[in-house]
């Protein structure tokens, strides 16, 4: 993947350009802003706030929604124009999506596959492997309305590969999943990556770090950054503090500082303060994770720039 | 202890919920249409309120008191459609277990949805007394508008009679199996009664007709004609006599007395049935449903069993026990850990088999055919019985008695065509797949194999007795119903309108009104089996096209 939508031919190569993107809802809320990206095979971990444009960017890339400007190509085919060549090749999970109650989950992917314009006796080998893939072989003559909520995100899971897509976004695919579900995922996903396109939405940034290989950050609707998680990483690198108060001290570093966490230690919090000076002379530099970066990036606005008032210097210097 | 004020601000803001939906503005368009065609400004046939070989002069009473009486038949079953099932659908939106978590009463809340039931019913009277208002005027038989007289019929018969209906719309919200589409065909049938009842000299008077047409007939006698062989009636009928004149200013504040006794017994009733729903309302606590009496959901028959869509906050909620389906089969997951002999998504997707393009409209039409039948083993067991009583009865003339039966037997089916609600929000999943149109055609297939089904064992009979007209009448019919089930889930995106329409069409069909007759039961009066086929095939188009602009403008 590159950074920035640029002019060029990439004949016989997988990818999908978005140029310009925007997304104007009624009443003039703009959910997806100027964003611009290519992407090639990999996986894309998306990141940003609750209203950052997440879920809205990519509905337009599976093409439920349409963009009010710019484009986005899918192997030089402008997809809200024609919206059949990608449709015929894209996995898409939705953050929520409905079910048929009545119909088992091997009779909801059939009627899915049909969707998909899947040849029947292809569908019905995939549907038992795929079934076989998200462990739901023995549930697959159960009512999707009596499963439980993992079961049927696994069904979603199982849908979207229906396909064998060769561009697959998934929002808040984790939902639902127990940790060591959510592990191997994330295994799945960095394998499927190899020679698809992936495009992973979530909150969890830990399972941004362990899946993708590129990370843009959104917010307001626009691409904030977009990089490898190491160049996300060597961009914290120098604003991550430690540093150990007394609980009463909290609240006046949170008015301060941004803060990235705090544990409770005998001797007092350990709190991670994150902040382009040292934010006291007993802080210490500490190693960044991607949760630092993201919350640098994220909220950067907020972020102080400038050097801790002399009021906090004096609370900092016990 | 729940204000006023904040059971008004629950009912206005359901209301408003309720009025930015697409069957919110359809049933107020057929209800303006409905004030033009009881009152028609110009040489219309049609009627809604009929006074044999009579038409009053439109004075500001006769104009008020048709328009309020074809408002009360025509809403007290359309609106019947739109203002139940809100409190399913704040089951499923969610913000019943927030308000649940309120100090909100259980008599408040459903206090609150009958209040906001009538203001849906309320705003669309409102709109049909400035119809009738503007008929008056533009019509200028009469010059003097007396408010008074123009909304007496509104304000004692029609406004009490929907303060019932949405009563009852808020009972069959909470009474357990009366919630989904076997609710609407309950309805149809008290509508039925009560319509009926209302114009036969035994029923209730609900519609205040005894005093309408008593008030009428003086006023056709102080004109000179006999008026002891006038008869009256309501609901939508086309005349082709010449019609003489009355001049009748309308019901009076001198008449008013009994009328408004009646209405203020017709509310009590109402508050009281509104309230009644109660007893089987447990603040969407599917546990205290339970435990209260009702059988919980899963464990009604058919079709007592109500749809139940996917529900986001099903994630964080605890799997129900589950069974295996068949005896042997290996107990599903549900809430299992993942063990070591059995992880999921260890496999390699890459060494899978290959997806292959190239399905087939079978293939989409056996999926839209499986949403539509599967589990519905009484429907098929009622199905089964029409068909054998078609077998056992002979065709009655040109016609077969037992086909317009057979052909209102899958309402509840063909309602589910042309909409996904039942599924939840599953359209976000369809809409990135391939072929739009084909799957909406495949839908309507799905729909014209249904009505086959059914009425397959009348149309043999038909055909083994010659009567070939009949056959092709019932066979346009077969494509008809499924087109207008399409159109009308595409267009509402729900069940609904298709419930509360089709009924409604197959009572004037099945009552011989010519234009209706979609299936040949009046031989030679109604329209031919060419022009119902043409207009199922321009009520496809019309869904088609309107699916092409939403995926145009998606």
């Known amino acids: 993947m590159c950074p920035s939508a640029t002019a060029g031919s990439m004949a016989g190569m997988k990818t999908l350009r978005i140029h310009d993107l925007t997304k104007e809802y009624r009443g003039g809320k703009r959910a997806v802003d100027s964003f611009s990206l290519t992407l090639r095979p990999g996986v894309l971990g998306l990141l940003g706030a609750n209203g950052a444009g997440k879920s809205s960017l990519m509905r337009i890339l599976a093409t439920v929604t349409r963009p009010t400007s710019g484009q986005v190509l899918w192997e030089g085919t402008d997809i809200a124009r024609r919206p059949g060549p990608l449709r015929r090749t894209v996995g898409y999970l939705p953050q929520d999506f409905g079910v048929y109650p009545q119909l088992t989950a091997r009779e909801f992917l059939g009627y899915l596959a049909a969707a998909k314009g899947l040849r029947r006796r292809s569908a019905k080998a995939r549907i038992d492997e795929l079934l076989d893939l998200v462990n739901l072989s023995g549930s697959s003559r159960q009512r999707l309305g009596a499963m439980s909520g993992g079961m049927r995100q696994r069904v979603g899971i199982a849908q979207a590969l229906l396909n064998d897509p060769r561009l697959l976004i998934v929002d808040e695919p984790t939902v639902g999943l127990d940790p060591e579900e959510r592990l191997r995922f994330g295994n799945l996903l960095t394998g499927l990556g190899a020679e698809r396109i992936v495009i992973l939405s979530t909150h969890i940034v830990s399972d941004v770090a362990a899946t993708a290989d590129r990370i843009a950050v959104m917010g307001g609707g626009r691409l904030l950054h977009h990089d490898t998680p190491e160049g996300l990483l060597r961009a914290a690198e120098g604003r991550v503090w430690e540093l150990t108060v007394e609980p009463g001290q909290l609240p006046l570093l949170r008015s301060r500082f941004l803060l990235g966490g705090t544990t409770r230690t005998p001797q007092g919090v350990r709190v991670r303060i994150l902040s382009g000076e040292r934010p006291a002379p007993q802080a210490e530099p500490a190693e960044p994770r991607l949760d630092d970066a993201y919350l640098l990036l994220s909220s950067a606005p907020a972020a102080p720039a400038a050097p801790a008032a002399p009021a906090v210097k004096e609370a900092m210097a016990w | ?554």
Not at chain 2, 333 to 347: E, I, K, N, W, Y
Not at chain 2, 414 to 434: E, K, Q, T, V, Y
């Open chain 2, 1 to 554: 202890m729940v204000t006023t004020g904040a059971l008004g601000a629950l009912a206005l803001a359901d209301f408003r919920e309720r009025r930015r939906r697409p069957a919110y503005l359809v049933v107020l368009l057929g209800t303006l249409a409905l004030g033009l065609l009881a009152a028609p400004v110009g040489d219309s046939r049609w009627q809604v309120f009929q006074v044999s070989d009579f038409h009053g002069r439109y004075t500001s009473g006769y104009v008020g008191t048709v328009t309020a009486l074809g408002g009360a038949v025509w809403l007290s079953l359309a609106g019947f459609g739109i203002t139940r099932g809100t409190i399913g659908r704040d089951e499923r939106s969610g913000v019943g277990q927030i308000l649940a978590a309120t100090p909100l009463s259980r008599l408040a809340y459903l206090a609150g949805k009958f209040l906001s039931n009538l203001m849906v019913l309320g705003s669309m009277l409102l709109a049909l007394a400035g119809t009738a208002l503007a008929v008056q005027l533009i019509k200028g038989d009469s010059d003097r508008v007396d408010v008074v007289r123009l909304l007496l019929p509104y304000v004692l018969i029609t406004l009490p009679l929907l303060a019932a209906v949405a009563a009852c719309a808020v009972l069959f919200d909470t009474v357990p199996g009366l919630r989904d589409g076997f609710g609407a065909l309950v309805w149809f049938v008290v509508w039925l009664v009560g319509v009926l009842g209302a114009q036969a000299g035994g029923g209730y008077d609900l519609l205040g007709m005894h005093r309408i047409t008593a008030s009428i007939r003086e006023a056709i006698a102080a004109g000179g004609h006999p008026a002891d062989t006038v008869e009256f009636g309501v609901g939508l009928t086309a005349d082709n006599r010449v019609l003489g004149t009355f001049d009748w200013p309308g019901l009076g504040p001198g008449e008013a007395g009994g009328l408004a006794a009646d209405a203020g017994l017709l509310v009590a009733v109402a508050v009281a049935l509104g309230l009644v729903g109660a007893m089987w309302f447990h603040r969407f606590d599917r546990a205290a449903a339970r435990a209260g009496g009702s059988l919980p959901a899963s464990r009604l028959p058919w079709p007592f069993r109500p749809f139940r869509p996917f529900r986001p906050s099903d994630l964080s909620r605890p799997s129900r026990p589950s069974r295996p389906s068949r005896p042997g089969e290996p107990a599903p997951d549900a809430g299992r850990r993942p063990s070591a002999d059995s992880p999921a998504f260890v496999l390699d997707p890459a060494r899978m088999t290959p997806a292959r393009p190239g399905g087939t409209v079978l293939a989409a039409l056996v999926g839209e055919l499986r949403i539509l039948v599967q589990g519905k083993r009484l429907w098929w067991a009622g199905a089964l019985t029409l068909a054998l009583l078609a077998a056992a009865v002979p065709p009655d003339g040109p016609t077969h008695p037992v086909l317009p039966f057979a052909m209102l037997w899958p309402v509840l089916l063909w309602s589910r065509m042309g909409n996904r609600a039942d599924g939840g929000s599953i359209d976000d999943l369809l809409a990135a797949c391939p072929s739009p149109a084909r799957r909406l055609l495949a839908g309507l297939l799905a729909g014209v194999v249904l009505a086959l089904a059914v009425a397959a064992v009348p149309i043999t009979r038909l055909l083994a007795a010659g009567h070939t007209r009949a056959v092709a009448a019932a066979l346009a019919g077969v494509l008809l119903v499924p087109a207008l089930a399409l159109l009308c889930g595409t267009v509402t995106r729900g069940p609904r309108l298709f419930q509360s329409l089709y009924p409604m069409l197959w009572y004037g069909m099945i009552n011989h009104l010519a234009g209706l007759d979609f299936l040949g039961v009046t031989p030679d009066h109604g329209p031919t089996p060419i022009a119902v086929a043409t207009t199922a095939a321009a009520l496809t188009l019309g869904a088609l096209a309107l699916d092409s602009i939403r995926e145009a403008t998606r």
